[in-house]
């Protein structure tokens, strides 16, 4: 049986729609259900449920307010993935879980790769890169993958935000200093799947291929819904956002597309199918 932690968000959403579709049997949970801060709980809630898999989509991702909440953000992105490791080797499962691209400084100016080092500039993104150490450290049947910018039905995200914004108004602004890849969530579980029938388990990098600016994803955004109003480049400056992020931290993901033998869609083809759920679920 598997298990799905963080189910209601866009990852977990998506994992629950891949299982439903191939009739596959799975327990999905989320905060109410079962936080994974309250890990004897969580071992509590397993017992004779016979779990061989979990799958961690519970995460903190406010990246700003993290900055005021570290306690909450280091326990959920780094000491509960870690817990959750261990329960997962206690009760001998195959476990994975979720990192980020903002574990990176942005001062590479080419894809990164999984052998390069980190320094992550936020609260958040040392919470992150901590969780990552700690679970590739406690289990050897972890996978921690790591993706950038990612969008989907489940929850909040930039597209969504992109296109309340433009209603009513006639002209916008995007930074266009930060530069990686959006990830359709739906695509970071699917190849996440076919990623776990390898066994070869530890880090990855998986997002969705081609690179964009904030500029070039909302662009794409707005292009698609038809708006016909003006978008101006900005500055990550202008904003003054409480945390720092890179300006550039696109993930290289060919470790993992030669090992399935397959190359992952373009983040345009996840913005077309994303905007085509949307459409059919009446929300543009
Ligand atoms: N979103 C991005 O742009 C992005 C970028 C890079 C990496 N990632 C990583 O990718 C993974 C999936 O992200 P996502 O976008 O699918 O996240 P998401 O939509 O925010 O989903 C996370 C889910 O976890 C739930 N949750 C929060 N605290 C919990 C707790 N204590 N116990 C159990 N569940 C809890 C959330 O519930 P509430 O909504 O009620 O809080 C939410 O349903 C995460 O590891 C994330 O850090 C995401």
Not at 41 to 53: A, C, G, P, Q, T
Not at 75 to 88: E, K, Q, V, W
Request: aromatic share 12%.
């Amino acid at each position: 049986m598997i298990l799905i932690t963080g189910a209601n968000g866009q990852l977990g959403s998506d994992f629950k729609r891949i299982f439903n579709e191939k009739n596959m049997e799975y327990i999905g949970t989320d905060y109410k259900e079962l936080d994974i801060t309250d890990i004897s709980k969580v071992e509590e809630f397993l017992k004779d449920k016979n779990i061989n898999l979990i799958i961690n989509c519970a995460a903190y991702n406010n990246v700003d307010k993290a900055e005021e909440e570290k306690d909450l953000c280091y326990r959920l992105n780094a000491y509960s993935p870690r817990d959750l490791a261990l329960l997962a080797k206690k009760i001998g499962a195959e476990y994975i879980t979720y990192s980020t691209d903002f574990v990176f400084d942005g001062k590479k100016k080419s894809p990164y790769v999984e052998e390069d080092e980190v320094n992550p500039l936020s609260v958040y993104s040392q919470s992150k890169a901590l969780g990552e150490k700690l679970v590739l450290e406690s289990y050897d049947k972890a996978f921690v993958i790591r993706t950038s910018w990612v969008f989907g039905m489940g929850n909040n995200n930039f597209n969504k935000q992109v296109i309340n914004w433009s209603k009513g108004k006639d002209s916008l602004t995007i930074v266009d200093d930060q530069v990686s890849s959006p990830t359709y969530s739906y695509d970071l579980a699917l190849y996440t799947l076919k990623l776990l029938e390898t066994k070869k388990y530890g880090l990855y990098h998986l997002s969705n291929s081609g690179v964009a600016s904030k500029y070039d994803q909302g662009k794409y955004v707005l292009d698609s819904i038809g708006w016909k109003g003006t978008l101006n480049r900005g500055k990550s400056s202008d904003f003054n956002l409480p945390a720092k992020r890179a300006e550039y931290s696109k993930l290289d993901s060919s470790k993992l597309e030669n090992l399935i033998g397959e190359k992952l869609p373009t983040w345009e083809s996840g913005i077309d199918r994303f905007l085509k759920e949307m459409r059919e679920k009446g929300e543009i």
